[in-house]
């Protein structure tokens, strides 16, 4: 780990009990750049907290990051539950409540035959007695040591903290697996567009960004709401000029894999952009970005820094190879770190 990244993780620790003492007191952090790359917390302040907590989210508006980006999931009673996926097993205590043993089972998933224990199997009450736990802890022991600290929230418990704050953060919630819920007769569509109406979030300037990996989910909720909404795209590769006309028809943002950009070279380092950015550009789409990690493990094998996959490589190196380039956000789990990418 460099020296740079000892004293930032030592900063971040410091930030962290600071956000865990005062959750809802008023951030003191810099004011969001709109005028330049917009830092967005993947999943919170991740890299330091167990993900989709209250504690993760507030430690990354502490840190500067100008949005917030829960994953949503709904429960059994419809409810939308910030989770990385439906299934609860990688991120929550479940399997250590015998009270629940009777629930795990087995469901197709975009295709694929998942085993665990589903949030839609439980209502927000039973989901309310779980705690969150760290999805990566070999990677990220530091943030293990908060495991069954932190109860699970909703998307509405999310905006009620934001609306604490005494400056505008953006929430830039994900619709997990629209066509999952759809198949069980459920619609995360209607149970976020229902939200935001109630709480007059659905205009087109709300502090609200709407995004999702199945393009037919954003056109359907773009008939309920106004707001701004986006196509995460996966993988790498050519994305077509006919494609992305029909995405700036339709679209506001895409929102990219990095490789899609930068794509890696065979032995994994990171090798010339692609046009896309460039291209969508042209057409009047914004470029958001993900995911930027600290960790040796999710970096270009040229940025590395050691052998040990945990250690911290070069990330800052990284995330200005994609503001150079024009990016209008990126995601992080270490939205510290990306803010001072950026601010240099």
């Not at 197709?108 to 949030?119: E, H, N, P, Q, S």
């Amino acid at each position: 780990m460099s020296p740079k990244s000892v004293l930032m993780r030592g900063a971040a620790v410091l930030t962290a009990a600071g956000a865990l003492a005062g959750l809802a007191a008023a951030p003191a952090a810099a004011k969001p750049h709109h005028d330049e790359p917009v830092v967005i917390a993947h999943r919170g302040a991740s890299g330091y907290l167990p993900e989709h907590t209250l504690e993760a989210y507030a430690l990354a508006v502490d840190m500067g990051a100008d949005v917030i980006e829960p994953d949503l999931v709904l429960t059994k009673d419809g409810e939308l539950l910030a989770r990385h996926e439906p299934v609860l097993d990688e991120t929550t205590d479940v399997a250590a409540h015998p009270e629940f043993a009777d629930r795990k089972t087995t469901k197709l998933i975009d295709g694929k035959a998942v085993t665990g224990f589903f949030a839609d199997d439980f209502t927000l009450a039973e989901l309310k007695t779980l705690r969150a736990e760290e999805r990566l802890p070999d990677l990220r022991p530091d943030s293990a040591e908060h495991d069954g600290e932190f109860a699970l929230v909703t998307y509405d418990e999310v905006l009620d903290y934001v609306d604490t704050l005494d400056r505008k953060v953006i929430t830039y919630p994900e619709m997990k697996h629209p066509s999952y819920y759809e198949d069980k007769g459920m619609s995360i569509e209607d149970a976020l567009a229902d939200l935001l109406e109630e709480r007059k979030l659905d205009r087109k300037r709300s502090p609200v960004w709407i995004q999702s990996f199945e393009y037919e989910s954003l056109l359907n909720i773009a008939e309920r709401v106004d707001n701004r909404i986006g196509l995460n795209i996966d993988g790498q590769g050519t994305i077509p000029n006919s494609t992305l006309n029909e995405y700036a028809r339709t679209l506001d943002t895409i929102s990219l894999n990095k490789n899609r950009i930068f794509p890696r070279a065979a032995d994994g380092s990171i090798s010339e952009p692609t046009d896309i950015v460039q291209r969508a550009h042209r057409r009047g789409l914004d470029v958001h970005v993900w995911t930027f990690r600290a960790e040796n493990a999710f970096l270009p094998t040229n940025l590395r820094e050691g052998s040990d996959p945990a250690a911290w490589g070069d990330i800052e190196a990284e995330l200005e190879l994609f503001y150079d380039l024009g990016v209008d956000a990126v995601f992080s789990d270490f939205p510290d770190l990306a803010v001072a990418a950026r601010d240099c």
